[in-house]
């Protein structure tokens, strides 16, 4: 099969062999991709026309227990610098947010055992108090079952897990050996059963990532059906032991994106931030490959540049307002605007 005949059977199936998802992801030329991002703009355009939906990322503890070798929040990087927000802080961006026209806020954090369920759920009872026609997501890492599920009846809709890669052994090279693959993806289907909008995902061109790992990632989302999914370009942070590490390419995470779309066709997919750290259009670049959603920044300036994935992060110094006008005439340049509509998942 040629890979203009692998794509037209994504589009058809939904799915394709692991062997000729590598291929097409290894080979694929400008032409096939600009073949590949039309099927997957026409494709989000139907389900969602030409809206994008927002989200107010809200980055409240910057401390980790974690050890992941590619991430700026990692336990062993001394100069992080580390930050809670208290829950008055917390609601006060809810507070900002909802007045900017944000009907979704994701409440982000490294692993912090700070926050226990009583802290958490009590964040997101009182947020779903104040703004009942507000979606809470959160994305706050591995947590047992029972967590999980005191979690949701508090009143979280949404849970943002990535994956980061679905192959056991890479996964194994990006983490400390008391991290698993297996214990991620039980996660994973935890939230999905207790009823979470539930979202995996992955970084493009992690150290040691190969096209079959890629394959494998889609692979995994096909069986998983996530409601979201996102996915970034790797990029490299200084204080960790990947900071020598190339970044993952813009074009290869533009050709994933689309694929995603083909592969599930409502589901929300976010033209990340890393996207727009590593290309000054990457963000417009994502959505006209079949994304749509944003995520800009909530948090409070003085403790942005200390939730520090990667090198570079932009909007660091803005506002959430002038972040919302910039995405906006950004969005506009393209022919999309910005709805502020809850954008839940929806089966058609
Ligand atoms: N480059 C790109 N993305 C990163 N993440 C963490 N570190 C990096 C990095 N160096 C992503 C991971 C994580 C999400 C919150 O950010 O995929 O799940
Ligand atoms: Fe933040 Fe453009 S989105 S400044």
Redesign the pocket.
Known sequence: MNRIEIIEKIEKNRIASSEELAYLLETITDEELEFLRKKAQKTALAHFSNKIFIRGLIEFSSFCKNDCFYCGLRRSNKNAVRYRLSKEQILSCCKSGYGLGFRTFVLQSGEDMYFTDEALCDIVEKIKSLYPDCAVTLSVGERSKESYKRLFDAGADRYLLRHETADDEHYSTLHPSEMSLKNRKECLYNLKEIGFQTGAGFMVGSPHQTYENLAQDLLFLHELQPQMCGIGPFIPHKDTPFAKEKSGSVRLTLALLSLVRLMLPNVLLPATTAL?TADGKG?EKGILHGANV?M??LSPTEHRTDYSLYDNK??TG?EAA???K??SG?MQSIGYKIVTDRGDYTEK
Do not use: F
Request: proline content about 7%.
């Open positions: 727009g963000r944003v800009p920044n932009i909007c803005d002038e972040c919302i910039c995405l950004r």
